[in-house]
């Protein structure tokens, strides 16, 4: 799809309404998902979703405040106390199989309105269903692979001690917007596998699929009340449940400023927490490593859903002696990246979701050339065609210090800050100058240096000569400034759940 560069147009148009329905499942002001049906917010408010690509408005969806994470949270509770708590784990296990054998059938709606909401192209959301299908399985294992322990002891007489293990109650979980598709099934599927309930508010700017499982779920046969979703936004939304003194555990994905905000909030009641916050990844590249895999990989791990994705190899590290040589293969990779609407299925790069990281994006981008480095290509808002849409040309920008900011915060957006060094020390310092701790890549064909990475790189997640696999039943994890807390793996399912220390007299 063509595109031109040029200077953002006045008065982007914000508040068009859109003429038809995009999407079957948009009819009219979405409400709340309350005790298994939907509901108006308490308030009567409403708030516009945007179509990205265009920014038109896609739909409205209430406006959820204190009064309705009340409700949501009440409902979860007589949930969990009610028929829920009866299920035994093969009954959850059937419900997950069900679940997976309707998001089969309806995946490509559910990628369609994703498509529809953040932007990202139709090639990708398509291409999570094997993904989701497969945390969904994941998960329906885990129902019956719960156990505690027998254990000795020296107590005297006939006492027979063991362990338990209990679901925790109920689950807040403010989600992040960039991957709805994905997030919300990790934690829905931990939610259901482990006989807990929850309420879910999802990102303000991409809310819609959220809305779309919570069907689902009801149709697979999800009892009311055990899966509720409240839209609208964080600092009344999200902070009403990050405080609720009736919700047991709380779930945050997003950034590291608000996550304090939700650690602070749980000590009201002693919440169990589970903050997965952003990062700032790097990608580290060897001279030996093998350009021909490392570069694609290396740019689409940021160049992917238009950067916004909490793993993004954003520091790419490059041994001096090549440094040249992948910085102009980079580029040229960049300037081949066909960006547009999102429902096109040629298209590479969607817009990013709103105006405000658009801004936000080419803040960054701007502000790197006054600290001393190049923009080796791209680095324009694309206009023409897309002028009414938040779409950002894929962007290289080289001659990077770990000092600037371009190399230290979060950009959230389609951009590779390149960074080159000298050897495998000054490699490894380089990668863990961060705050951030969520993940990194290697790019070498030497096991040795690879392994002295692995153990060297502080983060939850380390991928060597590729970026980003992802398997349910190994999970990732987070370090320092991004977080605490496994997604995936067994360890997952243990944090929705309590320890019971039982001690039986038998004489
Ligand atoms: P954000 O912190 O602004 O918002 C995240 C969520 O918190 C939203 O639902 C928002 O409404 C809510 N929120 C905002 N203020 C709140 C408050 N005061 N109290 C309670 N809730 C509040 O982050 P974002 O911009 O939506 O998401 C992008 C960030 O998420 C990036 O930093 C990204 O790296 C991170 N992320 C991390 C992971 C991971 O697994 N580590 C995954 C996806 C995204």
Redesign the pocket.
């Known amino acids: 799809m063509a595109a031109s560069s040029a200077q953002a147009p006045k008065g982007h148009g914000m508040t068009d309404l859109a003429v038809t329905p995009v999407h079957p499942f948009i009819k009219g002001p979405m409400g709340l998902w309350i005790d298994g049906r939907s509901v108006e917010a308490q308030a009567e408010k409403v708030f516009d979703t945007l179509d990205p690509a265009s920014g038109l408005v896609l739909g409205q969806l209430a406006q959820g405040e204190t009064a309705d994470v009340d409700r949501a949270v009440r409902a979860a509770r007589v949930a969990f106390e009610g028929t829920w708590s009866r299920w035994t784990p093969y009954d959850r296990q059937t419900l997950l199989m069900r679940v997976h054998e309707l998001v089969d059938q309806r995946f490509e709606e559910m990628a369609t309105l994703e498509t529809l909401d953040l932007g990202a192209p139709i090639t990708r959301t398509l291409g999570l269903k094997s993904t989701v299908l497969q945390i969904i399985a994941y998960y329906a294992g885990q129902t019956t692979n719960v156990a505690g322990e027998t254990l000795p002891n020296s107590l005297p007489g006939a006492v027979m001690t063991m362990t338990l293990k209990a679901p925790l109650g109920v689950v807040g979980a403010?989600?992040?917007?960039?991957?709805p598709l994905i997030?919300e099934w990790w934690t829905v599927c931990g939610v259901i596998a482990s006989g807990c309930t929850a309420v879910l508010?999802?990102?303000?700017v991409a809310s819609l699929s959220v809305l779309y499982m919570v069907e689902l779920l009801r149709d697979a046969g999800l009892p009311d009340g055990v899966v509720n979703v409240v839209t609208g936004?964080?600092?009344t939304a999200?902070?009403a449940l990050?405080a609720h003194p009736d919700v047991d555990r709380i779930m945050f994905?997003?950034?590291a400023?608000?996550g304090r905000?939700?650690v602070a909030a749980s000590a009201s009641n002693m919440k169990r927490v589970q903050v997965?916050?952003?990062?700032k990844s790097p990608d580290v590249v060897f001279a030996d490593a093998d350009l021909d895999r490392a570069v694609p990989s290396a740019a689409m791990s940021v160049f992917s859903n238009s950067g916004q994705l909490?793993v993004a190899g954003s520091r790419l590290l490059v041994q001096r002696s090549i440094h040249d040589e992948v910085v102009d293969r980079l580029s040229t990779f960049a300037s081949g990246l066909r960006v547009g609407n999102g429902m096109d299925p040629e298209v590479d790069l969607g817009p990013v979701v709103s105006q405000q990281q658009l801004d936000r994006v080419m803040g960054y981008v701007n502000g790197a050339v006054p600290q001393g480095a190049t923009v080796a290509a791209g680095g324009r808002r694309l206009l023409g065609d897309l002028a009414r849409g938040f779409f950002v040309e894929p962007t290289v920008v080289s001659a990077v210090t770990s000092d600037m900011t371009i190399a230290r915060e979060?950009v959230?957006g389609p951009v590779i800050a390149v960074l080159p060094f000298d050897d495998e020390d000054e490699a490894l310092r380089l990668a863990n100058d961060t705050e951030y701790g969520?993940a990194g890549g290697v790019w070498t064909t030497k096991l040795s240096t690879a392994m002295r990475m692995v153990h060297g790189i502080r983060a939850g997640t380390v991928w060597v000569n590729n970026y980003g696999l992802m398997d349910p039943a190994v999970g990732m994890s987070?370090a320092k400034l991004?977080?605490y807390g496994t997604?995936g793996s067994p360890a997952h399912i243990d944090a929705f759940l309590y320890e019971k220390c039982v001690y039986i007299d038998l004489e």
């Open positions: 403010v989600l992040a917007w960039n991957n997030g508010k999802p990102g303000e936004f964080g600092p999200g902070a990050a994905t997003g950034s400023a608000t905000r939700i997965e916050l952003g990062g909490c979060e959230f969520l987070g991004s977080g997604k």
